[in-house]
């Protein structure tokens, strides 16, 4: 039987205000579903799920996601559990043992968003004074609670200046995590900002012959720039093959 990987948006909601989103047009005005609709969801479809991972809003944020990923890992073990999170998991856990308690049974995997090693751009860059301290807090309890962990980076001509990508890898060996890549792809470039944060080409290729040197690339989704740049990468790219989105209206 064909498995699938889910990429699941729980809400519509999210604590940053960060001039380049690429889903805030795509949330607007989106209503939630409830726990009711999306257990229902897994009730049905089980079976046909390999995994979850948990983004598009920040899902802490939504007071019944936790209960919902418990009654996944208690009634449908064999699903695996990631989470995309800025960093406000971590608050959310300082402040109650019983979200402490359900990260450490029911999510095998985290991205924790940082996209500059330096915390004043970092803050800058998601519109919330927060971000860098609530990303390096969820990395020091992935790594504590010996949680698989990944970096996840937007790719733009500013983030992709190599002195940011050394910081971003040194914080990953500190942190025992891999550093993801997704190249900056604006839903709409109707206007100057989202056009700012596209990334040259010449410095996509730059940068990646720079990781591909000096650290060592694992995969690229893209069988271009795979074929020309890394020897021995793996090429993944299952979308619509065997993974799908969902939004939180369902």
Same mark, same amino acid.
Request: neutral net charge; hydrophobic residues 30%.
């Given at each position: ?12 909601? *999210?604590?940053?205000? *960060? ?8 949330? &607007? ?8 609709? *999306? ?42 559990? =990631?989470?995309?999170?800025?960093? %406000?998991? =971590? ?25 500059? %090693?330096?915390?004043? &751009? ?12 609530? =990303? ?11 949680? &698989? ?20 890898? %040194? ?58 740049? *890394? ?20």
């Amino acid at each position: 039987m064909k498995k699938w990987s889910i990429g699941w948006g729980m809400t519509q909601e *999210c604590n940053m205000n *960060c001039e380049f989103c690429y889903s805030k047009d795509v949330r &607007k005005n989106l209503k939630s579903l409830g726990i009711d609709d *999306c257990k229902e969801f897994i009730e049905k479809n089980a079976s046909y799920i390999d995994n979850i991972n948990y983004g598009t809003g920040e899902s802490s944020l939504c007071d019944w996601w936790y209960n919902l990923i418990d009654f996944i890992r208690t009634n449908y073990p064999q699903i695996g559990q =990631a989470v995309t999170t800025n960093g %406000y998991l =971590a608050e959310k856990m300082d402040k109650s043992d019983y979200i402490k308690q359900i990260f450490i049974r029911c999510i095998d995997e985290i991205d924790v968003s940082l996209d500059f %090693y330096e915390e004043e &751009k970092h803050c800058n860059f998601r519109g919330n004074k927060k971000a860098y301290k609530w =990303a390096i807090s969820m990395l020091e309890k992935c790594h504590e609670n010996n949680k &698989k962990t990944t970096i996840v980076f937007i790719g733009t001509n500013e983030t992709l200046s190599k002195d940011n990508i050394d910081g971003l890898f %040194y914080l990953a060996r500190k942190y025992n995590t891999k550093v993801r890549m997704n190249i900056y792809r604006p839903t709409s470039i109707s206007s100057d900002t989202n056009k700012r944060f596209i990334a040259d080409y010449e410095k996509i290729i730059d940068i990646i012959y720079y990781i591909n040197k000096k650290y060592k690339v694992l995969s690229l989704s893209d069988p271009l720039f795979n074929s020309i740049l *890394c020897e021995g990468s793996k090429i993944v790219d299952p979308s619509g093959a065997s993974s799908l989105r969902v939004l939180p209206d369902g």
